[in-house]
C-alpha cells in the first residue's frame, strides 16, 4: 500500500544571501507535483506553508539566526506529526536551512537513519568557521551534532544523525575549512569529480549501502543547485559543472528502487532567477521519480 504523502512549504530564504527563494514552494507545485503524485496513487496532503517571523535577531557569523531557528522548530514539529501518523514528509524549500528542521525530526523518529546530501555544497559549516554567516550553509553540521546548536535545539534533547550514514554528492563548490571540517568527521563525499570517474550509477549505489547500512531509512536532501545550471538556472547559489540532468534522475530513480527513502526536501529553486519556471518543473519531476516514477 502507497504512503500517505505530507506535503509542506517553508518560505524561507533569510538563510541565504539572495531572496527569491521564499517563493520556491510555489514554483515546484506549479510544476505539477501533487497533480503528478496523485496519478502515481499516493493520497496527497498539502499541509500548506511554513512562513517565517516578520522580524528576528541577527548576527554576523549566524544572518537572521532567530528566524531561521523559529521555521525549524515549526518544521520540526509538524514532520515529527507526520512520521508519528505513519506519513511520508516531502518538505519544500526555501533555502537549505530548513534541513536542519526536517532532519531532526526524521533522526528522532529513527535514530538509525542516514542522510543523502546531493548539492554543489558542503553546507557542513558553523558559527566559527562560516565566511558568510549564511545560515543555508550550515544544515547538515548542525543536524550532525558540530554546530550550530542553536540550529537544532527545539526545547528537547536533540537526536544527531550518525556521520558514518551520512553521504555527499555532487559537491563542487565547498570551503577549505568546511573540507577540512567534514574530512575530520567522517562524511562519505562524492565530488563532482568523483562522479566523472566512477558514474552516478556506482555512486549512488555506494550512497545507498553507506546510508541504509543496517537496514534503517534514509533522509533525502536534495539542493536544486547540484545540478548544471544550464540544466536548472532557478537557484541562487550557481556553481557551473554540475550533474546532468539524466544523472540526476538516475540518483532518484535508483533511491526509489532501494525502497529505504523515508522523507526527502527539494530546496533552492528561486523563481525569480528562473526561465518560464523550468527549474521548478526539473524539481517537481525529481521528487515524483524519487518516489517511484518511471520512464517505462
Known sequence: MAPILDLVGVQMDLGAS??????GPMAIRYGGLCEGLRQMGFTVNDLGDIVPPVTGAT??????????????????????????????????????????GSI???????????????DAHGDWNNEDSTPSGNMHGMPFSAVCGYGPSCMVDYGTEPVFVDVKRCVQIGGRD?????????????????PINA????GMEQV????????????????????????????APGTGTVVHSGLTVREAFLAVETLAEAGKLCSMDMVEV?????ERNKTGILASELIQSALGKTVY
Open 18 to 23: 539572495k531572496r527569491g527563494v521564499s517563493m
Open 59 to 100: 548576527a554576523k557569523n549566524m544572518q537572521n539566526y532567530e528566524q531561521v531557528i523559529d521555521v525549524n522548530r515549526q518544521l520540526f514539529q509538524l514532520v515529527s506529526r507526520t512520521l508519528e501518523q505513519g506519513h511520508f514528509p516531502i518538505v519544500l524549500g526555501g533555502d537549505h536551512s530548513i534541513a536542519a
Open 104 to 118: 531532526s525530526a526524521a533522526v528522532r523518529h529513527d535514530p538509525g537513519m542516514g542522510v543523502i546530501w546531493i
Open 174 to 190: 565547498i570551503d577549505t575549512i568546511e573540507r577540512q571540517r567534514m574530512k575530520a568527521a567522517g562524511v562519505t563525499v562524492f
Open 195 to 198: 562522479i566523472d570517474k566512477l
Open 204 to 231: 549512488i549505489a555506494q550512497a545507498i549501502e553507506i546510508a541504509g547500512a543496517g537496514g534503517s531509512g534514509i533522509h533525502l536532501s536534495f539542493d536544486i543547485d547540484a545540478i548544471d545550471p544550464q540544466a
Open 270 to 274: 528561486n523563481p525569480i532567477l528562473d
